[in-house]
């Protein structure tokens, strides 16, 4: 704990004459419209301020699991969130659902534990989702393959996973039987922050578990019939560690759409892209144009069929959902406008 009230310390200090008269700490855990922020004086419980709440245009002006805030002590046990530090870093996706709204799952990550088990539910093309997410967010990824005691394939399955995740360090791990888990301590150092994401019934809080130590969140069996697990945690929550580390467990997503993404599809489908660019024609759509490099490396064996579908899809996914976040930016736009227009008509 005084690794946590050094940085606290320390990171007060840059902003000693703007805000030191107010309390800083971080987003540990978020409850509806409560947060639970861990301080110098301990744990708060507190709320945004009206002042804040005013201001708020969109969910991503809201605190997150992860983020650092300065508040108003009401008393020892409560207070008032009033600001928002700048983010170093954002995971988030589409909320589930048909409305264009942001869903932030952890802010200002170092690393992003991807955790897929490796039974019937390891999923090449989900990974992929999780991976251009990451890059995205400006976190580094870290795929984690869990359960290897329950597994006959292992080095089989972890290069599949190793041609999909170019550069990208994939490890194995089984908290049964205690492998892997001191490859993933090397990165709980240093005051970083990791996030644990992947579906229901991966092992995120049995790996949570055997990180830290001691039986912080409950676990349940994942069915046989069909490998599928139920969701054992139910909010996101951040945790301190022994190496002085955050971790963050978050609820098991089943639903994993883009919110963004553009930056991350160049990156995750480098490869794709770099093949594209080789085409004879700059506006090459890949399908039975002369001199299309992308068909070339398709028949060659260069690239595969299922890699080059899931970047197209990808792709098409992501400008969908860009159209949708441009709207819902010009709505937003309006109504701030109109909202101003009607207090500058109202004033003396």
């Avoid at 007060?12 to 419209?33: C, K, N, P």
């Avoid at 699991?65 to 508040?71: A, Q």
């Avoid at 004879?280 to 060659?300: A, M, T, V």
Wanted: proline share 2%.
């Amino acid at each position: 704990m005084n690794w946590f009230i050094d940085m606290i310390n320390k990171k007060r200090t840059e902003y000693i004459d703007q805000y030191g008269h107010l309390l800083l700490g971080r987003v540990f855990a978020e409850y509806q419209s409560m947060y639970s922020i861990l301080t110098t004086n301990g744990e708060i419980k507190a709320k945004i301020s009206g002042k804040f709440f005013h201001g708020v245009q969109t969910r991503e002006d809201l605190p997150a699991v992860g983020d650092w805030v300065f508040l108003h002590a009401v008393d020892e046990e409560t207070g008032l969130i009033d600001r928002i530090l700048p983010r170093q870093s954002k995971f988030s996706r589409k909320k589930a659902g048909i409305e264009a709204d942001e869903q932030i799952i952890a802010a200002n990550v170092d690393y992003l534990f991807i955790v897929s088990s490796l039974n019937d539910e390891l999923n090449p093309r989900r990974l992929e989702r999780y991976l251009l997410l990451c890059w995205d967010s400006g976190a580094n990824p870290v795929i984690v393959l869990s359960k290897s005691d329950t597994c006959d394939e292992v080095e089989e399955k972890k290069e599949m996973i190793e041609n999909i995740a170019m550069g990208v360090p994939v490890l194995v791990t089984s908290s049964v039987e205690d492998t892997g888990l001191e490859e993933l301590k090397a990165f709980m150092r240093n005051g970083h922050t990791i996030a644990l994401v992947g579906s229901s019934g991966v092992g995120k809080s049995t790996l949570l578990n055997a990180l830290i130590g001691e039986q912080i969140q409950d676990v349940q069996q994942v069915r046989e019939k069909d490998s599928k697990g139920k969701h054992t945690t139910t909010h996101r929550e951040m945790f301190l560690t022994e190496e002085e580390a955050f971790i963050i467990d978050t609820p098991g997503m089943r639903e994993l759409q883009m919110w963004d993404g553009e930056k991350g599809l160049s990156t995750q489908f480098a490869e794709v892209e770099e093949l594209a660019s080789e085409c004879r024609f700059r506006d090459c759509s890949h399908h039975n144009e002369p001199g299309c490099y992308i068909q070339k490396s398709l028949e060659n064996g260069e690239l595969s069929l299922e890699r080059f579908e899931s970047y197209l899809k990808l792709q098409r996914e992501i400008a969908y959902q860009k159209r949708k976040n441009d709207k819902r930016l010009e709505s937003l736009e309006r109504k701030k406008w109109k909202k101003q227009s009607k207090n500058s008509k109202n004033r003396p």
